[in-house]
Structures are given as structure tokens and as C-alpha cells.
């Protein structure tokens, strides 16, 4: 799979970011500790902007950026062959065609390295009001043995193009190592306000009160008009 097949599965852009939104609800339910979780939201990353992201620990991550202006979409994979460190800059056609309104989050510092290069192996963007996804014109390595992932879009997206609680159930159960609630899952997946059952089904040593900051930082429903 590459970013062009992602760009294909990926859903439009308001049920893009509840499910990121769901994602990290989860996640920060599991994971009291911030920096043990995989998938995080920030309704307030800048003024008009918020941003999902996804950080496995090792090297691999992706952002999405949320704006008025649409959805950009980064993904690094660290040991892709589409690396920008393979030939000291982003693989050809990766950021070349991100339109203006998008061009600032290509040098944005969040995602560059310290010398100011675009840390990406894979991108996507979608303009308010565009029909689809879509993503530059790439050749992508051949031979390289990457098992058909040659910018890591299969792995770093998988739970963005399989959004069924099943697939976040599995990917929680091997991340946390603890049996994951599928009810709940698909309660917090359908955006409801969370219940002190639906959290102890998850994580029985937190509550909803414990979980006051992570959901108004996230921006998730909770019942009382305060949707983001």
C-alpha cells in the first residue's frame, strides 16, 4: 500500500477527525501517561488549528492538521526507502504539488528535522469543499523490499483506512496487553459522551473526572453542548 492507495480509503474530512478524535479518547483512557500513547488529538495545537497525530516510539509517526482551509495529512516512516535522509531531501513528487494553502506545514518545525528538512515519507491533503483526497505524483522505489509498503503507508495509516472497532481492538489488545472492551470501543467510536461503565470497561484505575483534561483537550463530546 502506498499513499496513493490511502488517499483512495480515507474517509472525508469530518469523519477523518472524529475518528482521530475517538482514537485518542481511547488511547488516553488506556494510557494515563501521555507519552506511552500512540494516537493523540489537540483541539488547540494553534489558533484555527488542530492536529491528530501518531507516534509509535520508534521513529514512526503522522500528523494530520485540521484547518478551515481543509486536511494535510504527513506521514514518516523511518526506515522507508522514500526517506528525505536516502538523498538528503523529500523522495521526488512526495511535497512537490501541496497547494499554497497547504505549503507552510511542509517546513512547519513540528515537522522538520534541526536542520529545517521535511521529515516525510508519505502526504496527503484535501481542500474544504474538494471531493477527494489527494496526494502527489510519485514512482516509488522498486525492488526495495518493503513487502509493498514503499513509504510506510500501510503500516503508519492502517487504522485510518480500517476505521472498524475490531481493527482498534486488535491494535489496542497488542499495544497494551490487556483484554480492550469492543463495546466500548464502538461507544466511544460513535462519539458518546463517556460514561463511568464505558471508562472502568476500558481502564477500571481511571474515571471521567481523572479523564477532565485529556477530553477538553481533545475536544470530545461530553453531553453538555461542548462538542468542539
Known sequence: ?????VARRL????????????MAML????SPEWGDRHHSFDARWS????MASMRNGSGDEFAVVFSAAGAYVRGFAHESPT??????????GVVDEVPEVFRSYVEEPAFTDEDGMPVVTACAWRETGDGTWRTGAIEFPGGDGSGGDPDGSGYLFRLLVDRS?????????????????LAAVRHVFALRPLTG????????????????????????????????
Request: glycine share 8%; charged share 25%.
Open 165 to 181: 472497532p475490531e481493527a482498534f481492538r486488535d491494535f489496542a489488545e497488542d499495544q497494551y496487553e490487556v483484554p480492550v472492551s
Open 1 to 5: 500500500m502506498t499513499i496513493h492507495d
Open 47 to 50: 489558533d484555527g488549528e488542530e
Open 83 to 92: 526517506s528525505p535522509y536516502t538523498d538528503d531531501g523529500p523522495w521526488p
Open 27 to 30: 488511547e488516553a483512557i488506556l
Open 11 to 22: 474517509p472525508d474530512i469530518p469523519a477523518l477527525r472524529d475518528h482521530c478524535r475517538s
Open 197 to 228: 461503565e464505558v471508562v472502568a470497561a476500558l481502564n477500571p484505575e481511571t474515571s471521567v473526572d481523572a479523564l477532565s483534561t485529556d477530553i477538553a483537550g481533545i475536544g470530545y463530546p461530553t453531553g453538555n453542548g461542548a462538542h468542539g
